[in-house]
């Protein structure tokens, strides 16, 4: 049997090698780019946003495998959720991704029962603290669209 480790490795690179939401938006009404110039990672974000819900998304770019999974994986957590709830989830994810590291990353303590999925995958990239700017990337760049939305 597969050790945990393994296993979030293979949904990593099943995220790399066939990412969701990799499309640039026909229309959409809020986006931001990102970069790691340290290592050369780059993530577009477009969002639609109707009625305060995150109705679609597109997530382009190219970089490292953990950036591009991560943006996709976040694509696939926060389409078709309200903003407020995209932006619990952002926190609880940074959170997990932080040094420290959250004590149960996967729990949200408003929703018992409820993990991140195939996010949880992402935490091991804490070992590897300079790894950690790749897996924010997307979501830092999201939280820079949803700030330019909210302004607009």
Sequence with gaps: ??????????????????????????RSNAGADGSNPLCGDEVRVDLLIEAGVITDIGVTGHGCSISQASGSMMGDAVKAKALDEVCRL?????GMMSIEG???PGLDP????AVLGDLEALQGVRKFPVRIKCADLPWTTLEEALGIYESG
Excluded: C, Q, W
Aim: proline share 5%; charged share 40%; hydrophobic share 30%.
């Design 1 to 26: 049997m597969a050790s945990l480790e393994e296993l979030y490795r293979e949904v990593i690179l099943d995220h790399y090698r066939s990412p969701r939401n990799r499309r640039v938006l026909e």
């Design 90 to 94: 952002t926190d609880r994810f940074k």
């Design 102 to 104: 959250a004590a149960d």
């Design 110 to 113: 408003e929703r018992p029962g």
